[in-house]
C-alpha cells in the first residue's frame, strides 16, 4: 500500500513540473559602417558640414563636393543616375560616397580619400588626417 501511494504521488508530481520553456531570442543587431570615421573627416574638409555647399570653379555640390565627373562614373558602375541637385542631399552623398569607398580596406584611409579627391599628392590626405 505505501508503496502504491509513494508510485502514485511520484506520477503526481512528474505532471506539476514546469514545462521545459523553449524560446528564442532574437537580439538587433547593432549597425556598424566601418566607413564611418573616413566619411566625416572627408566631410569636414570637403564642406565643414555645409548641406548647401557649392563650388562653381569646379561644379561641385553638397557635403561631399560631389563632381559631375563622378557621377557620371557612379551610374557606369551601378546604373543609377542622380543629378548634381541630387547631391544637395546629404544620404545621397554618402550613398555615392560609400559606394567608392567600400572598393578600398575599411580601415585604408588613405587609398579612400586619395580616390575621392582624385589626388596625386599627399595634400588633400594630410587634410582628411588631421580630421580622423
Request: net charge positive; aromatic share 12%.
Amino acid at each position: 500500500m505505501r508503496i502504491t501511494l509513494i508510485i502514485i504521488l511520484l506520477f503526481i508530481s512528474i505532471r506539476l513540473m514546469a514545462p521545459e520553456v523553449k524560446t528564442l531570442v532574437i537580439v538587433k543587431a547593432k549597425n556598424i559602417n566601418p566607413y564611418t570615421r573616413i566619411l566625416k573627416a572627408c566631410i569636414e574638409v570637403e564642406s565643414n558640414g555645409n548641406v548647401f555647399a557649392y563650388n562653381p570653379r569646379e561644379n561641385a555640390v553638397g557635403i561631399l563636393q560631389i563632381r559631375p565627373i563622378k557621377l557620371e562614373q557612379y551610374f557606369i558602375e551601378t546604373g543609377v543616375r542622380y543629378s548634381l541637385k541630387d547631391c544637395f542631399n546629404p544620404a545621397i552623398s554618402k550613398r555615392i560616397f560609400l559606394h567608392f569607398a567600400c572598393q578600398f580596406r575599411a580601415d585604408d584611409y588613405k587609398a579612400i580619400s586619395k580616390d575621392w579627391n582624385k589626388s596625386k599628392t599627399d595634400t588633400y590626405w594630410n587634410k582628411v588626417k588631421s580630421k580622423l
